[in-house]
C-alpha cells in the first residue's frame, strides 16, 4: 500500500514537473526605438498581432508589454538583465552582444536595410577629414550603435591602419529626436548629426545642413541597419510563442510593403510624427529603404568588428548569428 502511495505521488509530481517544463510564458516583453526603422513594430504594438498570433497557437490571452529606448546600450543592458524578452537595434549591439553572451543572445531577424546620414550645420566640413575638436556628433549610443560603429569604419578607410576610432571621442549619446532638436537649433556643441529616416531628411530641410557621409557608402551598397535580437533562454523554452512573434512581425513587415502610402500614413499616426504623408513616402518607397526579415551583408560588421578587437568571437557566417527559424532565408 505505501508503494502503491509513493508510486502515485512519484507520477503525480512527474506530471506537474512536465507539464512546467513546457509551460509558457504569458507575457512578452519587447522594445522598440524611434524612427521609420520601427515602422513594424509600431503596428504590431498597434495591431496586436502578436496577441492575435499566440491566440492561435493555443496559448490564450498573452500579455504583451511595450517599452521604448532611446539606444542600444539601454537596451542591451535590458536585455542582460532579463527585464526584456525581445531587443530591436542596429546590427552592431546585437552582434557586440552575441559575441560577449558567447551566443546565448542571438538575433532572430533582419528588420530593415537604409541608408542612414552624417549630417552638419558646419559649412566648413565637407568630409570627416574636416572634423575638429570642437565638433560633436549625435549618435543615438555611441561606440556600440549601428551608428558610431560605421564612423569607425569610416575612419579605418580614410585615416588608415590604426585609426578607426579616432572620431570617437567626438561622439555623444542622444536619442533621435534630441539629436535633430540639437542639430537644427543652430545653437549648442552639436555641430553633426548620424541618423536614421525621416530624422536625417527632416534636418536636410533646414537651410545650412548638408550631408557628409552615407552608410550605403561606406558599407559599399545596402545592409542591414536594424534587427531584432533575443536570448536563448527565451528563444528554447517559449516555442510558440517565438513563434508568434516572428508571425507578427511579418505579417507587419507585409503589410507595409503592400501598400507604401498607407504604411506612411500609419506611422504618421502611430508616431505622432509631424512630417506630411507625402515626405514619409518618399522615404518608404525609395528603393534603398527595404522593409525586410533576410538579413544583408550583416557579416561586413561582424568582419570588422572582429578585426578592430571588439568581438573576440569570428562567425564563419550570417547563419551563426541567427536562430535557425530563418536560416532558410538569402541572408548575406
Known amino acids: 500500500m505505501y508503494k502503491r502511495i509513493l508510486w502515485l505521488a512519484l507520477s503525480a509530481g512527474l506530471i506537474v514537473t512536465t507539464q512546467l517544463a513546457h509551460a509558457e510564458a504569458n507575457e512578452l516583453r519587447i522594445a522598440k526605438q524611434y524612427g521609420i526603422s520601427y515602422l513594424?513594430?509600431?503596428?504590431?504594438?498597434?495591431?496586436?498581432?502578436?496577441?492575435k498570433h499566440a491566440k492561435a497557437a493555443g496559448l490564450g490571452d498573452i500579455k504583451v508589454t511595450w517599452a521604448t529606448f532611446a539606444g542600444a546600450n539601454v537596451?542591451?543592458?535590458?536585455?542582460?538583465?532579463n527585464s526584456l524578452d525581445i531587443a530591436s537595434a542596429g546590427v552592431p549591439p546585437a552582434i557586440t552582444l552575441w559575441d560577449k553572451t558567447r551566443g546565448d543572445v542571438k538575433l532572430i531577424a533582419a528588420m530593415n536595410s537604409m541608408p542612414n546620414l552624417l549630417n552638419t550645420r558646419n559649412p566648413r566640413i565637407k568630409s570627416i577629414r574636416d572634423f575638429t575638436d570642437k565638433d560633436k556628433i549625435a549618435v543615438p549610443a555611441v561606440k556600440v550603435g549601428f551608428q558610431p560603429v560605421v564612423l569607425q569604419m569610416a575612419a579605418l578607410q580614410?585615416?588608415?591602419?590604426?585609426?578607426?576610432?579616432?572620431?570617437?571621442?567626438?561622439?555623444?549619446?542622444?536619442?533621435?529626436p534630441d539629436g535633430l532638436a540639437a542639430l537644427v537649433s543652430g545653437v549648442g556643441e552639436i555641430t553633426a548629426h548620424f541618423t536614421a529616416p525621416p530624422f536625417s531628411q527632416r534636418e536636410l530641410e533646414t537651410q545650412g545642413i548638408h550631408t557628409v557621409l552615407n552608410s550605403y557608402d561606406v558599407l559599399g551598397g545596402p545592409a542591414t541597419f536594424n534587427v531584432l535580437y533575443g536570448s536563448r533562454r527565451f528563444h528554447d523554452n517559449?516555442?510558440?510563442?517565438?513563434?508568434?512573434?516572428?508571425?507578427?512581425?511579418?505579417?507587419?513587415?507585409a503589410t507595409i510593403n503592400r501598400d507604401k502610402r498607407a504604411a506612411a500614413q500609419r506611422y504618421l499616426e502611430l508616431?505622432?510624427?509631424?512630417d506630411s504623408v507625402e515626405d514619409i513616402y518618399k522615404i518608404v518607397s525609395d528603393p534603398q529603404v527595404i522593409f525586410t526579415t533576410t538579413p544583408q551583408n550583416v557579416t561586413k560588421f561582424s568582419d570588422f568588428l572582429f578585426k578592430i578587437g571588439s568581438i573576440k568571437q569570428k562567425p564563419a557566417s550570417w547563419k551563426d548569428l541567427f536562430f535557425p527559424e530563418v536560416h532558410a532565408l538569402p541572408g548575406s
Do not use: R, W
Open 75 to 81: 537596451m542591451n543592458d535590458a536585455l542582460l538583465s
Open 158 to 176: 580614410t585615416f588608415g591602419e590604426g585609426q578607426q576610432f579616432k572620431l570617437d571621442p567626438l561622439t555623444v549619446s542622444l536619442a533621435h
Open 40 to 51: 513594424p513594430m509600431l503596428i504590431i504594438e498597434a495591431d496586436k498581432l502578436v496577441e
Open 238 to 253: 517559449n516555442p510558440k510563442l517565438y513563434a508568434a512573434f516572428l508571425k507578427a512581425y511579418e505579417e507587419a513587415t
Open 271 to 274: 508616431s505622432k510624427d509631424k
